[in-house]
């Protein structure tokens, strides 16, 4: 649309009102010169967009956050630390090791109390023992599991994994039996070892474990067997075996000699009465 206001041929600029939005220079100028919200809104938005680049781009520091498997996994920590106190188990015990071997080569007692010493260090589980043993192995049931016998309820998953409790039977049940030592995984229990799940993996003197579970016992066989068939806490976790599938083995494996604890024995929660 044109009009005399802005028609470049037109000498004069009065024919149309100032106010009227077909106006020229006087409109224009008005519209260009004021304040506009929106052209604002789209500057912060823009320098927002800048500082989350900028911050997206420190903090990854050249590594792809957009996935797991280049951050440090809880897990990951937990497995780390786990190797390394088993490393350092191993190295107090290759230590007490040396100062035993001192220690007995000038420390002038009798034949009378090394003999004590050593029964009270068998007795603590520090020294290796032989003889013949019996292995209860405990795993959890197939994730797909289902009820195998008629009145029972399909399985919640908690139904399907081993619980603290369940190993907590199996070692209390070796010990009733007559149980000289126990091994449970690859670690050997003294009176202050304590058997603690957390989630589906257990946890045993500072160091973490996953399912299945093998708990190693030397005495008599016979009497083994026969304590974890008369526990009440075992006789419970078999309905769940034959019901939903939970893992239970026991063999007997021999002869075979079970590793003396190697790691502190310090109490760190308790202090022996006065």
Same mark, same amino acid.
């Given at each position: 649309?044109? #009009?005399? !206001?802005?028609?470049?041929? *037109?000498?004069?600029?009065?024919?149309? /009102?100032?106010?009227? &939005? =077909?106006?020229?220079?006087?409109?224009?100028?008005?519209?260009?010169?004021?304040?506009?919200?929106?052209?604002?809104?789209?500057?912060?938005?823009?320098?927002?967009?800048?500082?989350?680049?900028?911050?997206?781009?420190?903090?990854?520091?050249?590594?792809?956050?957009?996935?797991?498997?280049?951050?440090?996994?809880?897990?990951?920590?937990?497995?780390?630390?786990?190797?390394?106190?088993?490393?350092?188990?191993?190295?107090?015990?290759?230590?007490?090791?040396?100062?035993?071997?001192?220690?007995?080569?000038?420390?002038?007692?009798?034949?009378?109390?090394?003999?004590?010493?050593?029964?009270?260090?068998?007795?603590?589980?520090?020294?290796?023992?032989?003889?013949?043993?019996?292995?209860?192995?405990? #795993?959890? !049931?197939?994730?797909?599991? *289902?009820?195998?016998?008629?009145?029972? /309820?399909?399985?919640? &998953? =908690?139904?399907?994994?081993?619980?603290?409790?369940?190993?907590?039977?199996?070692?209390?049940?070796?010990?009733?039996?007559?149980?000289?030592?126990?091994?449970?995984?690859?670690?050997?229990?003294?009176?202050?070892?304590?058997?603690?799940?957390?989630?589906?993996?257990?946890?045993?003197?500072?160091?973490?474990?996953?399912?299945?579970?093998?708990?190693?016992?030397?005495?008599?066989?016979?009497?083994?067997?026969?304590?974890?068939?008369?526990?009440?806490?075992?006789?419970?976790?078999?309905?769940?075996?034959?019901?939903?599938?939970?893992?239970?083995?026991?063999?007997?494996?021999?002869?075979?000699?079970?590793?003396?604890?190697?790691?502190?024995?310090?109490?760190?929660?308790?202090?022996?009465?006065?």
């Amino acid at each position: 649309m044109s #009009n005399s !206001a802005d028609s470049p041929g *037109t000498g004069t600029t009065g024919s149309a /009102p100032a106010s009227s &939005p =077909d106006s020229g220079d006087s409109g224009d100028s008005g519209r260009r010169g004021g304040f506009r919200p929106v052209r604002v809104l789209t500057v912060g938005v823009f320098a927002l967009a800048g500082l989350l680049f900028f911050t997206s781009f420190n903090t990854a520091k050249g590594t792809n956050i957009r996935t797991d498997a280049s951050l440090l996994r809880l897990s990951d920590l937990i497995e780390e630390r786990s190797q390394k106190n088993g490393e350092l188990d191993e190295a107090n015990g290759a230590l007490r090791d040396d100062v035993e071997s001192l220690a007995e080569a000038d420390d002038g007692s009798t034949k009378a109390q090394d003999d004590k010493l050593a029964g009270l260090e068998k007795n603590a589980g520090t020294q290796k023992l032989k003889g013949k043993a019996v292995t209860v192995t405990l #795993n959890d !049931a197939p994730p797909n599991a *289902t009820a195998k016998l008629p009145g029972y /309820p399909e399985p919640q &998953p =908690d139904y399907l994994v081993i619980h603290q409790q369940d190993l907590q039977a199996v070692v209390n049940a070796l010990w009733q039996g007559g149980a000289q030592g126990i091994k449970v995984m690859d670690q050997r229990l003294i009176s202050t070892s304590a058997v603690r799940c957390v989630g589906n993996t257990l946890i045993l003197q500072g160091r973490v474990y996953s399912p299945p579970y093998k708990i190693q016992a030397v005495g008599d066989p016979e009497k083994l067997q026969q304590a974890l068939a008369d526990s009440p806490a075992i006789q419970n976790y078999m309905v769940y075996v034959n019901v939903y599938g939970l893992g239970w083995k026991v063999t007997e494996d021999g002869t075979v000699t079970l590793p003396g604890y190697s790691g502190t024995v310090d109490l760190h929660y308790a202090k022996p009465v006065k």
